[in-house]
């Protein structure tokens, strides 16, 4: 056994894959063909629910199912108006890893979630949340740092892992955000982390469905070019989204002042003006990933995204990966 597989044991047994790396779930790229190829590889592949529709999540699952024999998981959304419908999806499925993310997870939907029989990941990021969720049940956590693609935190990976990883010992914890390099990987399994999540590695991945541009946006831009959002107005608070600057940033901007002057007007509720910038996220990424309009579209991308250097098979980026971080590991040793 390598040291690689001493270090990731715990993240590997938990999973049921080869290696202790899960696929972060992007809405319009973590479907049937990404996530059964993630798996396939050696890796743990998960399917972004995201806003799809009961039925559209049934379909998915069974379509990736069909692709591959080795364990994925589902990503849920914790404010989806259907959530129990697709919790018992996931149970006729027999899904055996489900996510939850988007907001601290009720009792209800984590105890309707063990019913099933999976084993429940939930995102956390402090150390305190990260115990009470595991108070609650929760078999796993993910902690995820500001340097991470789409929706963000304000706290970085290093800092979260130096925080929460000798804090929380009694499940597996998953380190995600800015993950690029296999040095990183074996960097984060010494300071005790279980397994990591990658996300941007994979979306320019060959058998990733998004648009050939939004592929060739990912391979030109640099770390730098990954920014967060701003928030214009304390009275409409949006969760930060970190995505390559293009006009379709400067147009949220827009949005904002749009939002916030029909809030002034009376013409929207706060809530509805929340609702609307949400919205326009949704739709913006829409036209990047799939229409392929990086111009306007929303190129959420973590900043790893600088070391994306050409559209690759999954298998070779696992495979490179996991090279890198024997590699250190071994060096390190010697």
């Known amino acids: 056994m390598t040291r690689l597989d001493q270090l990731s044991a715990r993240g590997r047994d938990f999973l049921g894959s080869r290696h202790a790396i899960m696929a972060g779930a992007m809405t319009w790229v973590s479907e049937r063909h990404l996530v059964s190829a993630i798996s396939n590889a050696g890796g743990f592949g998960v399917i972004a629910c995201g ?17 591959t024999d080795r364990p994925f998981g589902v990503n849920l959304i914790t404010l989806h108006p259907a959530m129990d419908e697709l919790i018992d999806i996931c149970g006729r499925h027999r899904v055996g890893h489900v996510v939850l993310a988007g907001g601290l997870p009720s009792g209800a939907a984590i105890a309707r979630i063990k019913t099933t029989g999976a084993k429940l990941m939930c995102f956390a990021p402090t150390a305190a949340l990260a115990k009470k969720l595991v108070r609650s049940g929760v078999d796993a956590i993910v902690i995820e740092g500001s340097e991470a693609g789409g929706h963000i935190g304000p706290v970085s990976t290093s800092v979260l892992a130096q925080e929460i990883l000798p804090a929380v010992t ?70 930060p989204v970190r995505a390559l600057k293009n006009a379709g940033s400067d147009a949220f901007a827009a949005k904002q002042r749009e939002v916030a002057g029909a809030v002034d007007a009376g013409a929207l509720t706060l809530a509805e003006g929340q609702l609307a910038i949400e919205h326009y996220w949704a739709g913006a990424l829409r036209r990047a990933v799939v229409d392929g309009d990086v111009e306007t579209g929303s190129l959420m991308a973590g ?24 590699a250190a590991l071994c060096a390190r040793a010697a």
Do not use: W
């Not at 009961?54 to 998915?60: G, I, K, N, R, T």
């Not at 009694?170 to 690029?180: K, R, S, T």
């Open 303 to 326: 900043q790893s995204v600088g070391m994306v250097d050409a559209v690759a098979p999954v298998a070779d980026i696992i495979a490179g990966l996991v090279a890198e971080a024997e």
């Open 51 to 67: 806003a799809m529709p009961p039925a559209v999540l049934d379909a998915e699952i069974a379509a990736t199912r069909a692709l």
């Open 170 to 239: 009694e499940v597996p914890v998953f380190v995600a955000g800015g993950i690029g390099r296999g040095s990183a990987i074996a960097a984060y399994l010494e300071m005790g982390a279980s397994g990591v999540q990658l996300g941007t590695r994979f979306a320019a991945a060959s058998e990733s469905v998004a648009h050939a541009n939004f592929k060739r946006a990912f391979v030109r831009a640099s770390a730098r070019d990954a920014v967060a959002s701003v928030q214009l107005d304390p009275r409409l608070p949006v969760i």
